[in-house]
Structure formats: structure tokens, C-alpha cells
């Protein structure tokens, strides 16, 4: 599945999910290879990965809402708002 | 996926926890971490009366931190009688910047119905950060001045306010980078002077007459999920980087961080908590050395080390 991940302020990115290596400490992983015949499903931690964005510095919105990072990428489009340093 | 409480979709994953959590269900984990850390730090004491209430100033500078910070206490003190909130915003003169977050922290101290004062480098010391980069007499990074006249400024307005207090929106990746600076530079004193500033409880710190008592009851909290809390809660918080930010052994720090709560999720909490443990072995052994050698600064009287203040010798060199 191809995903536009838009890094406001920044980028936008095509990434094609099939073409991603997957999580293994994800929770799709982890469901996906148990049987250890099908790839991982890619997760939004794995198209962050692909961006070179940590989790920890971002949030991922799917239509204005956040989502779970470790989850299963479920949308053609994603927005990834960078956090602002400053308190 | 579900929240791990309740059936309404999950918005937040925490790898260190393993929770998942709907909007809701992480608000209320968000408030009760902060709430839980007012109790651990003894920030209200048990003998305070309505006649006789605290005053608890909020650094507030407009960014995500202070203003969820803000939102928190208020929720948790504002029926409470012992306990008013001021809110304090330094403006630097930063074009561009602290202009429209002095204007986020006016509309949160609107809407929660606070006391607000805002106090500028033009008007105290008659510098504008903007120039002070340009001039940068020390060849230093913009952090490094700014920091001595925000402390300043903070300090001498708590006092000014008699305050009880004096709380900043420092989260927990804040805290973890300052904590691992702290064992990296090999800084053994500025560890146990960490814990009777800000981080041990009030009631087992050294007293320190010449201060303000410093808390940060957001320490807990990952900056992401401040973050997301201020999302969530659609508050005015301001969405704009410092354009003079550099403070680039904290950034490597940072990206450390980051790679090791990837890999072993809840190292930042390790960090924080043997760091405080630490901390506080190392303020007993060193206690009874701070103070000795404080005096007045001959410029401007504020408490300090030397002759003359940090802020007194940097406003020399601008003049």
C-alpha cells in the first residue's frame, strides 16, 4: 500500500508499506510473524522509521486523531507533527 | 484498537507501560501522574490555612509544557482556598516568537482566570535577545545568555510576587537528558545541588533562605504525551521553535535518548529514578557546603558566588 506521510513544517513522503522492513517489536509484528510465514504488517512506527523520525518526537494524526504507534498502518494518509522544544 | 480500560479507541501507546489508552482514560493517567507527584514532593503542606494561602508562581512561557502545566494545577487547586496561581512570561524579545506566545499564555490566563504578569529583557536589563545574538560578545550559543537573565528574571519575580514556589514544565525527557549531561560531564555537586533546587521533596531538602523553592510536577511525563495532552485538550499553546535554539550537546542527548527508549522502553524513567535516589545520597553528603561562600552581587545585589552576578557581567560585556 502506498502512504503520503506529510511531516508538517517539513516534507511529504510516498512510502510504499510492502516495501518496508517491518517491526518486530511492534504489535502487529509480533502478531504477524508468530506463525512465521507472512511478512510483519507495517505499523506507523515502521513508516516513522522510514522517515527517519523516532516515536518519541512526533505524533502521528490519521484524519486529525492521533493513532498508536505500533499500530497496523490503516490510511493512505498520514499527518506527523514534530514536537516544539520549549515549555 | 481498543483502550485498555473502557471500549473507545485507543489514541496513545505507552511502550513502557504497555498501555493503550482512549483520549479520556489518558488525560485522566496524565493528571494523575502529576497529581501524584505534588503528594511525593510534599509541594502542599499539611499546615497551610485559607487565611494564610501559598502562592505558587507558574513559569509560563506559552510553549506545551508550561501551558499544560498550567491547565493541570488549576484543574487540582483552583477550588482549593490554601492555593493561588500566578503566571510568569518572560518575553526576550525574539521577533517573531515570544511575541504570539505572550499571547497563548494571556488567553490561557484568561480562559483558567489566573493572575499574569509579564516581564521583558527590554524593560529589565534593556536588551533584546534578537541583538544580543548579534553582538554575542562571549561567543556563546543564545541559550547560554538567555538562560542566566531568564533565571534571573524568574528569581527576582518570584520574590517579588512572594512566592511559596516557583514551578517550571519541565517533562520527563527534559529531565532525563539534564540527569545524563549531569553524570556525563562527571558534575557530582551540581547532582546533589539538583536535588535541593528542584527535585527532592520539600520537606527533605537543605534550606535555602536566599531562594524561591523551585518544583516540576511534569517531570513523570514524556514530552510526547505533554504533547498530546495539549492536542487533546485543544489549548493555546504556542507551535513555534525558538529561532535562536541551539543547544546542541543537549540535542545529541537527545537523539541518544531517543534510540535507548526505543530499544528498552522506560529508560527514561530508570534514568529519573536512580538519578533522584542518587541525588539524594549526594545532597546529604554535600550537605552543609552550599551557601558558605554566597554573598551579594556589588552591581545589583542578587545572591550569588562572585563579585558580580553572572547576568551583571554578561550585561557588562553587551553594554
Same mark, same amino acid.
Given at each position: 500500500m502506498r502512504v503520503t506521510v506529510d511531516v508538517k513544517g517539513e516534507a511529504t513522503h510516498e512510502i510504499d508499506t510492502d516495501e518496508l522492513p517491518g517491526d518486530s517489536t511492534s504489535a502487529a509484528g509480533q502478531s504477524a510473524s508468530s506463525d512465521g510465514t507472512s511478512n510483519p504488517e507495517s505499523t506507523y512506527a515502521d513508516l516513522l522509521t522510514a522517515v527517519d523520525l523516532s516515536p518519541h518526537e512526533v505524533s502521528v494524526l490519521v484524519d486529525g486523531r492521533p493513532v498508536p504507534e505500533?499500530?497496523?498502518?490503516?490510511?493512505d494518509h498520514v499527518t506527523v507533527l514534530r514536537l516544539i522544544k520549549g515549555g | 484498537m481498543d483502550c485498555n480500560r473502557c471500549e473507545a479507541e485507543a489514541v496513545m501507546h505507552a511502550a513502557y507501560s504497555g498501555a493503550h489508552l482512549c483520549a479520556d482514560h489518558f488525560r485522566e493517567s496524565v493528571d494523575k501522574r502529576v497529581r501524584r507527584r505534588v503528594r511525593r514532593d510534599d509541594?502542599?503542606?499539611?499546615?497551610?490555612?485559607p487565611e494564610d494561602p501559598l502562592t505558587w508562581v507558574i513559569g509560563l512561557s506559552g510553549g506545551k509544557d508550561s501551558v499544560v502545566l498550567a491547565k493541570i494545577l488549576h484543574e487540582t487547586f483552583?477550588?482549593?482556598?490554601r492555593i493561588e496561581l500566578v503566571g510568569l512570561t518572560i518575553h526576550e524579545g525574539i521577533e517573531g516568537y515570544r511575541d504570539k506566545s505572550v499571547d497563548a499564555c494571556v488567553e490561557l490566563a484568561d480562559d483558567l482566570d489566573i493572575r499574569h504578569e509579564v516581564v521583558s529583557y527590554a524593560e529589565?536589563?534593556?536588551?533584546e535577545m534578537d541583538d544580543v545574538v548579534e553582538d554575542d560578545p562571549e561567543n556563546m550559543a543564545a541559550c547560554a545568555y538567555c538562560g542566566v537573565f531568564r533565571r534571573d528574571l524568574l528569581s527576582r519575580y518570584a520574590d517579588e510576587l512572594e512566592a511559596d514556589l516557583l514551578l517550571t514544565g519541565h517533562n520527563l525527557d527534559d529531565e532525563a537528558q539534564t540527569a545524563l549531561m549531569n553524570f556525563l560531564e562527571g558534575d557530582v555537586e551540581q547532582i546533589a545541588k539538583h536535588f535541593d533546587a528542584s527535585l527532592g521533596p520539600l520537606s527533605e531538602r537543605?534550606?535555602? &533562605?536566599e531562594f524561591v523553592p523551585r518544583a516540576k510536577?511534569?517531570? &513523570?511525563?514524556p514530552e510526547k504525551e505533554v504533547a498530546l495532552y495539549a492536542h487533546l485538550e485543544d489549548?493555546?499553546?504556542?507551535?513555534t521553535e525558538c529561532p535562536?535554539?541551539?543547544?546542541a550537546y543537549r540535542g545529541e542527548i537527545q537523539q541518544l535518548l531517543y534510540g535507548l527508549e526505543e530499544n528498552h522502553p522506560g529508560t527514561r524513567h530508570s534514568i529519573i529514578s536512580g538519578y533522584e535516589e542518587l541525588a539524594g545520597v549526594l545532597a546529604d553528603e554535600y550537605?552543609?557546603? &552550599?551557601?558558605?561562600?554566597l554573598r551579594e552581587c556589588g552591581?545589583?545585589?542578587?545572591?550569588?558566588?562572585?563579585?558580580?552576578c553572572r547576568k551583571c557581567s554578561l550585561l557588562e560585556s553587551l553594554a
Open positions: 505500533d499500530q497496523p498502518v490503516d490510511a | 509541594l502542599v503542606p499539611h499546615d497551610i490555612s483552583a477550588e482549593d482556598p529589565e536589563f534593556g536588551i537543605d534550606e535555602q &533562605d510536577p511534569l517531570r &513523570d511525563v489549548l493555546p499553546a504556542h507551535i535562536h535554539a541551539s543547544e550537605s552543609g557546603d &552550599d551557601g558558605a561562600d552591581e545589583c545585589g542578587s545572591t550569588t558566588t562572585r563579585e558580580i
